[in-house]
């Protein structure tokens, strides 16, 4: 069975750190471009981050630029989302996509084939 399987989420205090991962099972990475998503209560889904297949390619939204940081491991078949200085609006729950496979697939948010069923991000104190 293809899935992704999002962990790393819990509560943190305001200006803490979380790091996400977003591990596939039942195929490889290495041919998809990965995007990170989250969702607050009663919010529209915002795009976080993502990383082409190659890993040379990333984008971050501009609420989360400077405090994120997007990175994949191939050999883990996992993709990480490291989150610093974290604030009570990045509470979400957040989610990761694939989009391939194919070669050289650019960074990304838009036809993702595979979800997660994604983590709960509480950033509070």
């Known amino acids: 069975q293809l899935q992704l399987v999002e962990s790393g989420g819990g509560l943190v205090q305001p200006g803490g750190s979380l790091r996400l991962s977003c591990a596939a099972s039942?195929?490889?990475?290495?041919?998809?471009?990965i995007g990170w998503f989250r969702q607050a209560p009663g919010k529209e889904r915002e795009e976080v981050s993502c990383i082409s297949s190659s890993g040379g390619n990333t984008n971050y939204g501009d609420s989360v630029k400077g405090r994120f940081t997007i990175s994949r491991d191939n050999a883990k078949n996992t993709v990480y989302l490291q989150m610093n200085s974290l604030k009570p609006e990045d509470t979400a729950v957040y989610y990761c996509?694939?989009?391939?496979?194919?070669?050289?697939?650019?960074?990304?948010?838009?036809?993702?084939?595979?979800w997660g069923k994604g983590t709960l991000v509480t950033v509070s104190s």
């Open positions: 996509a694939a989009d391939g496979p194919r070669i050289d697939v650019v960074c990304n948010y838009y036809g993702m084939d595979y």
């Open positions: 039942g195929f490889s990475l290495d041919y998809y471009a």
